[in-house]
């Protein structure tokens, strides 16, 4: 009776992994196809306008940039004016296709927002990419990171993907057509120790994620959930530029590599690692218990913490 009950349970427990690691690639392929008989261009399926935040760098570029190739015109948002006005200049050379460029920085808070609603709920956005977000850079306690970083991780990572969801999902609730990308992280698939409190904001970008695609699934609007691994953009330069840290890098995809992939699962996907070689990383953490993949995972983060504590020591001798 025993054997019986736990092989019906590790049935059931395969069948869960197979289901949630396998779906993604056969419907990427099932729909890939689908698209290439009767696909639209996205302008057509979603609306005009695409919005991406944290546009100036990284993956925000790099998403702006594969929209606009796709034809859609692009609005550019970040704090850094000369640096979205550069993207904005590059994308019309290479793509020709119209800019607009909202200056926001979105550690300021609430205070930011009513003129982003003024710029943006006016047009037709078919697209929004919320990208915009921050860390404290090498893993460390929760209580050794500074007090603004914390508020700049909450005003930046979770705020401004909610905020902008309220701001511009009704107006595509009316229209009856969008799709919200919300950028979060391989770090929310569980809790870690040293990046705790940047973890836990990205399980809550997933989180309100999973469950906005549910509520506005009957009005046409499609929400996509992002959970990257390592990326190479300025957030994670403290890995990638160190050789002490070869282990961690070959985990690193470029933000090219990872638009390949990540461009293609837009309105085929609901959850998408972004890249295949991450998607086998997530894959290898939920075979795990959650208690092993704690434990794992801030034994990997401490003695990153601690080898970048290292490093930044013996620079200043």
């Not at 302008?43 to 546009?55: D, F, I, N």
């Not at 460390?140 to 993907?161: E, R």
């Not at 957030?235 to 985990?251: E, G, H, L, N």
């Amino acid at each position: 009776m025993l054997c019986s009950l736990l092989t019906v349970i590790g049935l059931y427990a395969s069948a869960v992994w197979l289901y949630e690691n396998l779906r993604a690639p056969v419907l990427l392929v099932l729909l890939g196809l689908k698209e290439f008989v009767f696909g639209r261009k996205l302008s057509q399926r979603y609306g005009k306008w695409a919005v991406v935040t944290g546009a100036s760098d990284g993956i925000g570029k790099g998403y702006a940039h594969y929209l606009a190739r796709k034809g859609m015109p692009v609005v550019l948002v970040a704090r850094n004016e000369a640096k979205l006005t550069q993207v904005a200049n590059e994308i019309k050379a290479m793509h020709g296709v119209e800019t607009k460029v909202v200056v926001a920085d979105f550690s300021h808070g609430q205070e930011i927002y009513p003129r982003l609603e003024k710029e943006l709920v006016p047009l037709d956005i078919g697209i929004l990419v919320n990208n915009v977000g921050v860390s404290h850079g090498a893993p460390k306690q929760a209580v050794d990171v500074p007090k603004q970083v914390v508020w700049d991780l909450i005003n930046v990572n979770m705020a401004s993907t909610t905020l902008l969801c309220h701001m511009l999902a009704p107006g595509m609730k009316q229209r009856g057509r969008g799709l919200i990308v919300n950028i979060s992280s391989i770090s929310a698939v569980c809790p870690m120790p040293y990046l705790a409190t940047y973890s836990a904001t990205k399980a809550y970008v997933t989180s309100f994620s999973v469950a906005l695609r549910e509520e506005l699934k009957p009005y046409n609007v499609e929400v996509q959930t992002v959970q990257p691994g390592f990326v190479h953009t300025n957030m994670t330069d403290f890995i990638a530029s160190r050789q002490q840290d070869k282990f961690y890098s070959k985990f690193m995809v470029d933000v090219n590599g990872f638009l390949e992939y990540a461009g293609c699962t837009l309105g085929k996907l609901d959850r998408t690692s972004g890249h295949w070689s991450h998607g086998l990383q997530t894959a290898a953490m939920y075979i795990l218990p959650r208690a092993a993949m704690v434990f794992i995972t801030g034994k990997m983060n401490k003695s990153l913490g601690a080898d970048v504590k290292a490093s930044k020591k013996r620079k200043t001798r």
